[in-house]
């Protein structure tokens, strides 16, 4: 037994899933994604605005979507993120579609969920550079915002507990439904190539799938990055071990989605790997000790591309202007 | 004859025009934004893209959108603008609403369209730090992109002649029509408040309509910043003289648009107004000579608020991703 069935439990379960040769939706190791439910429409349109507001960092010149790009595949498409002056980051920034179905947040999962994520960047020195409570101080004197939280929360006292409850509503709407594969979940047989098809057999038959797997084919576990060959890695973080301390955790990072995956490059937590092939490679390698033929990997990689789901669609928001007491930015500012 | 009246020739023009009573749109020196008609939508299309698409600089995390914001009355809300490696430009960015109306574009007109002016940022090396031969080298790799142009201009070779075209087809789209100004001026007479109107009346009266005329309320003459008053800058800018080399255009900059100017904070080519109050105060005292009282600053900043119309509406573009050949941008690359 391989190693990386050894770590993954879940991997003798799919294992038998694979041994079926009639696949329907119900008895596939991934299953399709659902369309998102709004119940308060009034806090969606606030954490839109929010989503967008660069005026949450100190700079007032990144916003959420800086890195978390929503024209991107919910990422920057960088190696590692650019921070308040140009800091550079020590992780890739991971994509914020479909990040509602994560069983916690961040690479090492040190938020529980999109709520307790949403607050992290605001106040981190080395992302948007600013603190909550000049963020809410800020919000507080907009009035197009205080209007807002009223109607979205009954009452228009704005504390950063809303503005991250905003956020991750909003964040919640972020799911991709309607991908050529989810359509061939569904049972439209021609929804997918033959070639594309031998690519999720492989994908299955070759151990992927015990990682990723479930709606979002991935974000449901914690793995070693380098089950079984080890990674080297061109950031610093340790993963997991960083927020349990424990070192059977070290470099156990969170499974990421590979749903959009053809948009969220360059991949990995180091953002080491700029293309799919490269990145298909590398992970049958370390993870299962398995060496793809080229054809293989485009096979593999062809499946993949027919994860990218239908992106979010709506219309660009527009943000209340400042008040005259309205702070302003201070990007220069090196305090 | 004050020295504003002697460097505006319209000035006299519009003097006459203000000595009538009964106001209507057929007379009036400011004329409503008519919306803009697309005649080549697939050039639009992909031009929205281009604008949204951070791959046009080096870093690949700045946009036009980033300086230009359409979330944010088409400007960054910053004194000046973060550019490339975030240095700190030497101007306030204008705002890219209604901008098509402008007789030239940047604050010393130095290119005659928004065709010559969307090459501009791209290849600066204080803002987006990449080039022309880069950008479209980039574009030529994603095939997203490749079949866009095709349909735009009917083949698919890229060059900076149509990345430029196709920025500036999306762009003149950024009219703000139907503000409530504009609906008084076509004849609803409640469209405005009392105060909004009696605003207006000053407006005209103290001479700001000398310059601040036309659809754009603005845009359409190159004045010195400090008629009456010596302006001490907080920017080494020097205007149009670094033009046309001549020492009477030193300090003569383009008239800007007043059109949403309650979004297009802060203020001046320095930035150096926070507010609209300030700027009025400012306005009147170096170019005029004119002080208001705090009533009469009330109700010309009353009144310009009148001039916010309806912003861009439209969805968030979605962009083609790179292709495995996509050159990766180089942020922390300090050359």
């Given at each position: 037994m391989k190693p990386s069935a050894l770590s993954c439990t879940v991997a003798l379960i799919f294992t038998a899933m694979i041994g079926q040769s009639a696949a329907t939706a119900g008895n596939e190791p991934i299953q399709p994604i659902t369309s998102a439910k709004v119940t308060n429409p009034a806090l969606v349109e606030l954490g839109k605005k929010l989503y967008f507001d660069p005026r949450l960092s100190k700079s007032g010149f990144i916003s959420c979507n800086s890195c978390h790009n929503l024209s991107m595949g919910g990422t920057d498409n960088i190696k590692t993120s650019i921070g308040h002056h140009w800091q550079e980051g020590p992780i890739n920034a991971p994509t914020v579609l479909n990040s509602s179905l994560n069983l916690a947040q961040f690479w090492d999962g040190r938020a529980a969920d999109l709520q307790a994520q949403a607050g992290g960047p605001i106040a981190n020195p080395g992302e948007m550079g600013f603190s909550h409570t000049l963020a809410v101080g800020m919000l507080q004197t907009i009035p197009g915002y205080v209007a807002e939280f009223k109607k979205a929360f009954g009452s228009d006292q704005i504390d950063i507990d809303k503005v991250t409850k905003a956020i991750a509503a909003f964040e919640e709407t972020l799911v991709t439904p309607n991908s050529r594969f989810d359509q061939w979940l569904k049972g439209n047989k021609r929804a997918i190539s033959k070639d594309e098809l031998a690519g999720y057999q492989l994908f299955k038959k070759t151990g992927c799938i015990a990682c990723?797997?479930?709606p979002a084919v991935g974000g449901n576990s914690f793995?070693?990055?380098?089950?079984?060959?080890?990674?080297?890695?061109?950031?610093?973080?340790?993963?997991?071990?960083?927020?349990?301390?424990?070192?059977?955790?070290?470099?156990?990072?969170?499974?990421?989605?590979?749903?959009?995956?053809?948009?969220t490059y360059p991949y990995f937590h180091d953002g080491a790997a700029n293309t799919l092939t490269e990145a298909v490679d590398t992970m049958a390698r370390i993870q299962l000790g398995k060496r793809f033929t080229p054809?293989?990997?485009?096979?593999?990689?062809?499946?993949?591309?027919?994860?990218?789901?239908?992106q979010p669609a709506f219309r660009l928001p527009i943000l209340p202007p400042s008040s005259d007491s309205t702070p302003r930015p201070t990007p220069f500012d090196r305090k």
């Open positions: 990723h797997n479930g793995q070693k990055m380098g089950q079984v060959e080890a990674y080297k890695a061109s950031s610093p973080a340790e993963g997991r071990f960083a927020v349990t301390g424990k070192e059977a955790d070290r470099f156990n990072f969170k499974v990421p989605t590979l749903r959009n995956v053809e948009m054809e293989e990997n485009a096979k593999v990689v062809a499946f993949l591309k027919t994860l990218t789901g239908d």
